[in-house]
């Protein structure tokens, strides 16, 4: 059996991974909770145990079963489970590894994506706990890691440049590493259950920007020794989104995860519900971990509670082993998203899967986007003044270097490549044209027009709304913060990631991806390349050319920097991954 699952054919293999689970929407009512009273997330589901099967019940109830036969059934059943288990062994250590060999409806000219033998035990685990449970078909979460899909190894009729593109960077042997020091786990024991002081964060923004500060909540959390509220999600003018962490985060698994680290509560006793509430919203950027203990502890100490507001980028990137290891904890461990997003997100991204190779490109073409950066659309005249409009009635959202003419703005890489940008630089990096791409993001500004140029020279362009079925987004249709979560998780998945301007998502993802193997993320030098995008006389081989050497650096592990806003999310080399060492997480 196990080896009819090994050297499944590519038809099996299609109708597994092709089996759907439906969808349970969620109320559409909506209770706005008070966020230090009653954050409690909604409850868990009981755990399944295994069963004993009816036919074998029967067999060793039956009354008229002789003790010798009973004897002799058992001990073939233990000898036939130990030769199973024999062989279950010995396949993860050979060579093999499963092949699904799919052709892709589309013009794509690969034809075979055998999937490297290191994944070979996690999707074989994962389809056969397919066979008998559709709801089971998904990318695996592997202890409390969220494991991708595994790339594909794309052969057929490639160009050099074409190979070159899907190939995946060499990890360089780097693993996860979250070993903290013997001190860290010591003070652990004490931290894990305090009961008197309370922390507070209320994280604004976008999802990423929130899971930003979450993640920094924990590590404050941590340097005060205090117990850490459910954070606060606030809720978003932008978008008018008004998610709680439990409808985009798992919450039992936040918990279980950090409960070595820092003890999570989902609201605050009624014993500190009287107490005073200092609310700090002005925190400087770049402070260190004495900086808030200095600060706060006494205060917290006394007080018994600490809301924080405005958190995001305050606390320095530059810090001890221990509390980068447990940001690092946070980011890729802790910060599951909740069931229903995971299921979505996990189906959409199979389907882009199952296909073959794919590209995940993050375009930040909105419109708030535009506005921000103050840059230009590349829609013409007419798309351009409606932007300029908004800057000149509200420049309150324009950020940073004010007196930058638009052309030094662009040239200093502080624009969105725009859509006939963006193929330029895919056609240069070797993007074959019959390439299937996912478009992460909202709703470009310009509609369908924003991403014409693209589509002419790449084709194969798909969105969430494509890949979903009737009914499958509609829970989610108010909830930007869901919406990008599915996003992410789709992007998460794929063979290569690229986005257009940086941003938290393409941080989070940069390091994410890193850290789960190394996939090929492209991050576009736009400081360096755009000066050669203007330069008529350099031929399209000499352009392509320059364009591979000025990324060749975000093809391979690449160490994180210790400067002001080099975060160890988005470089986890080398303080949460080692080459060498007995200590993973």
Known sequence: ?????????????????????????????????????????????????????????????????????????????????????????????????IHCSIISPTTSPISSHPLPSSYSQIILTSLLSGINSDNKIQPRVGGTAMVPLPVHLVSGNLSEEETEFWKQPDSNGYRPCLDSTVGYRKRSAKISKEKNRFLVVVAAGGLNQQKNQIIDAVVIARILEAALVLPVLQVNMIWEDESEFPDIFDVEHFKKTLRADVRVVSSLPSSHLVAKQTIVTQIPYGVSPFWIRAKFFKQLNQEGVLVLKGLDSKLSKNLPSDLQKLRCKV???????????????????????????????????????????????????????????????????????????????????????????????????GAPQSGRFYIAGREPFGGSKALEPLAAVFPNLVRKEMLARDGELSPFLNSFSALSAIDYIVSFNSDIFIPSHGGNMGRALQGHRAYMGHRKSIRPNKRTMLPFFEDSSISDEEFSSIIRSLHNKSMKPEPRKKQRDNDVIAYPVPECMCRHGSGSF
């Open 1 to 97: 059996m196990l080896l009819t699952f090994i050297n499944i054919s590519p038809g099996n293999c299609r109708k597994i991974w092709e089996k759907e689970s439906s969808i349970m929407a969620r109320p559409s009512g909506r209770i706005i909770k008070n966020p230090f009273m009653s954050l409690t997330p909604s409850p868990r589901s009981l755990t399944q145990f295994f069963s004993v099967s009816p036919p074998l019940t029967s067999l060793f109830s039956s009354k008229k079963t002789s003790p010798s036969l009973s004897i002799f059934i058992l001990s073939f059943l233990f000898s036939f489970t130990f030769l199973g288990i024999s062989i279950f062994r010995f396949f993860p250590s050979s060579q093999d590894s």
């Open 331 to 429: 980011a890729f461990h802790a910060l599951r998203f909740s069931k229903p997003i995971l299921q979505v997100g996990n189906q959409l991204a199979r389907r882009m899967w199952i296909e073959g190779p794919y590209i995940s490109l993050h375009l930040r073409l909105e419109k708030d986007v535009w506005v921000r950066t103050g840059c230009r659309t590349g829609l013409g005249p007419e798309y351009d003044q409606i932007i300029t409009q908004i800057q000149k009635t509200q420049p309150q959202y324009l950020t940073g270097r004010v007196s930058m003419s638009y052309s030094q703005r662009r040239l200093s890489g502080l624009c969105p490549l725009n859509a006939f940008e963006m193929a330029r630089l895919l056609k240069a990096l």
